[in-house]
Every structure is written in C-alpha cells, then in structure tokens.
C-alpha cells in the first residue's frame, strides 16, 4: 500500500497561486498514476488532475484548464499541482490519490490509495 502526505494549502486571495504537494511512499510511485481531487462544502469530491505515472500524459477537469498544472518528480516520488489565479470557487479540501496502474483515471473508484487532504481557501 502507498502512503500519501499533501501539504502546501492555506490562505490566498482571489488571483493568488498556490503549489500543493504530495510525498509517496510504501509503493514503487514511479509506476504509480497519480491524481488530484477536491472536496467543496457541501459538494461531493470532484477530480480536478490527473497524471501517468512518467508524466507523459495529463488532464484537467474543465473548471481548472489553464490555471493548474499537475506534475511529477518520480526521483523525489512527489506529485505537485501548481494552482494559480485561484478564484473562491476553488474553496475546497485537496486530496491527493494514487492508483495501481501506470496509466491515470478521472474516477474516484479508479484510486486506491487517498492522503488526508490540505485545505484551500480563496477570500475573495
């Protein structure tokens, strides 16, 4: 099983940037897919990034197309989301996941492994 830390959330307001990461370990990471997903109050978890497991291949959820960027260091076994002009819809807790095959998914069901989430809010 991989264990998974995120750090990096806080407080930022509207038009900021924030860079959230996510330390792997207990799982070979370099062939591990790697995701991002968040949580609005009063929403159901949402994905918002993924990755495969080189980097090669990314996506966006629509609502963070051009603002975030997800990205991988395999040697650091850490995976990043670079998260700029946040706006207070970004409001939300950032959960890191990993998922036992090289290639990524946008489904929650897809992950097997999930961290504890960092929180993020945007003041407007």
């Known amino acids: 099983q991989v264990q998974l830390v995120e750090s990096g959330g806080g407080l930022v307001p509207a038009g900021g940037s924030l860079r959230l990461s996510c330390a792997a370990s207990g799982r070979t990471f370099s062939r591990t897919a790697m995701g991002w997903f968040r949580r609005a109050p009063g929403k159901e978890r949402e994905f918002v990034a993924a990755?495969?497991?080189?980097?090669?291949?990314?996506d966006y959820a629509d609502s963070v197309k051009g603002r975030f960027t997800i990205s991988r260091d395999n040697a650091k076994n850490t995976v990043y989301l670079q998260m700029n002009s946040l706006a207070p819809e970004d409001t939300a807790v950032y959960y890191c996941a990993a998922r036992s095959n090289i290639y990524y998914s946008v489904a929650l069901k897809a992950y097997d492994a999930w961290g504890q989430g960092t929180q993020v809010t945007v003041s407007s």
């Open positions: 990755i495969d497991w080189n980097g090669g291949r990314t």
